[in-house]
């Protein structure tokens, strides 16, 4: 170790950190994707009132809720790759869970 180095300002930064500052984005990415998820199914539901029964509409408001569900499937996606490069990575057998809200 360098000695002129020794007394530096910095923070110690782990393997252990990482993950925790990993799990912390992804948590905080998953939050703001829920909300997101609930104002957009709103959003659609009032699509489908405001048609009335105009089937361009109807047809637009359709594939507005079957983008809204490739959106619900990606986040979960992203949940699991996440879950399991972490279980990769720590030797767990599939183990590895977001600790959000703790």
Known sequence: ???N????PGI???IDRVFE??????CW???VALVLIVIFVVYYGIMFLMSKGDPTKVTNARKAI???IVGI???LGTYTLIASIGSAISGDDFEFTLNCGN
Not at 5 to 8: D, F, G
Request: net charge negative; charged share 10%; no cysteine.
């Open 21 to 26: 500052i990993i799990e912390g984005l992804a």
């Open 29 to 31: 990415i998953t939050d």
């Open 1 to 3: 170790m360098n000695p």
């Open 12 to 14: 110690d930064l782990t």
């Open 73 to 75: 499937l990606v986040i």
């Open 5 to 8: 180095l020794s007394n530096a």
């Open 66 to 68: 079957g983008w809204g």
